[in-house]
């Protein structure tokens, strides 16, 4: 292929979708360090292991962290747009606080908003 033809290649993502620009793609809160473009989480010294969109997940309600985040908004930043059920999202979070030994109860890290959606409740890091 000549270069005089190249065309960009670009890549689709749905509208809304809150992915971050790679220098802004690490975040730490608490005792997290989330990355979502290389779906990694660290907790303290031990880096959990997340199916692919629990980085995702988790990125986008530390990112608006103590604001409640809509069930719609997360399935935007999951890239599945109004698909996603609330109780499929209901189970990405479950298995998350599993992962995180966050309480439902008693968050540490996720609060449900019942019939809204979420918000992270972890302080920043000092």
């Given at each position: 292929?000549?270069?005089?033809?190249?065309r960009?290649?670009?890549?689709?993502?749905?509208?809304?979708?809150?992915?971050?620009?790679?220098?802004?793609?690490?975040?730490?809160?608490a005792d997290?360090?989330?990355?979502?473009?290389?779906?990694?989480?660290?907790?303290?010294?031990?880096?959990?292991?997340?199916?692919?969109?629990?980085?995702?997940?988790?990125?986008?309600?530390?990112?608006?962290?103590?604001?409640?985040?809509?069930?719609?908004?997360?399935?935007?930043a999951?890239?599945?747009?109004?698909?996603?059920?609330?109780?499929a999202?209901?189970?990405?979070?479950?298995?998350?606080?599993?992962?995180?030994?966050?309480d439902?109860?008693?968050?540490?890290?996720?609060?449900?908003?019942?019939?809204?959606?979420?918000?992270?409740?972890?302080?920043?890091?000092?």
């Open positions: 292929m000549r270069i005089g033809n190249a960009p290649m670009l890549i689709a993502l749905p509208r809304n979708r809150i992915l971050p620009a790679r220098r802004v793609a690490r975040l730490r809160v997290l360090e989330i990355d979502a473009l290389d779906r990694r989480l660290i907790q303290g010294t031990i880096e959990l292991r997340l199916s692919p969109s629990e980085p995702i997940l988790l990125y986008t309600l530390a990112a608006k962290r103590g604001t409640v985040v809509s069930h719609r908004r997360i399935a935007d999951l890239g599945t747009g109004s698909e996603v059920r609330p109780n999202l209901a189970r990405h979070v479950t298995s998350l606080r599993r992962k995180l030994g966050d439902a109860d008693r968050p540490r890290y996720i609060e449900t908003v019942p019939g809204i959606g979420y918000r992270f409740v972890a302080a920043r890091k000092k």
